[in-house]
Nanobody
């Protein structure tokens, strides 16, 4: 499984951005048995969970810090996952990663170590 994140940039506080994560498999298979997520890492801080989605039925979860502002989604036809980020704050500045894992318990979605596949990251910088 390969993931390619894009869509980051420099924006002012209060603005919106949409991140994309193109997902592909060498075998050309589907991702019906996968859960996927977005994580972020700010300078000097540990990587943290942002949001997760089950590819098969689009069930989602969001970290409390972004709930109501960020929305994770996926487009099966395009094999792409998205993170719509609204009302951005300076504390949202970070390198954002997309990740994938074989289906797991919902309670494990926030655990970085459970994700086997990672994209390269896309930088989001929010100026205040």
């Amino acid at each position: 499984v390969q993931l390619q994140a894009s869509g980051g940039g420099l924006v002012q506080a209060g603005a919106s951005l949409r991140l994309s994560c193109a997902v592909s498999a060498a075998s050309g298979g589907t991702f019906s048995n996968y859960d996927m997520g977005w994580f972020r890492q700010a300078p000097g801080k540990e990587r943290e969970y942002v949001a997760g989605i089950r590819w098969s039925d689009s069930s989602t979860s969001h970290a409390d810090s972004v709930k109501g502002r960020f929305t994770i989604s996926r487009d099966k036809a395009k094999n792409t996952m998205y993170l719509q980020m609204n009302s951005l704050k300076s504390e949202d500045t970070a390198l954002y990663y997309c990740a994938a894992a074989r289906r797991m318990a919902l309670t494990a979605w926030g655990m970085e170590r459970m994700y086997r596949y990672w994209g390269q990251g896309t930088q989001v910088t929010v100026s205040s």
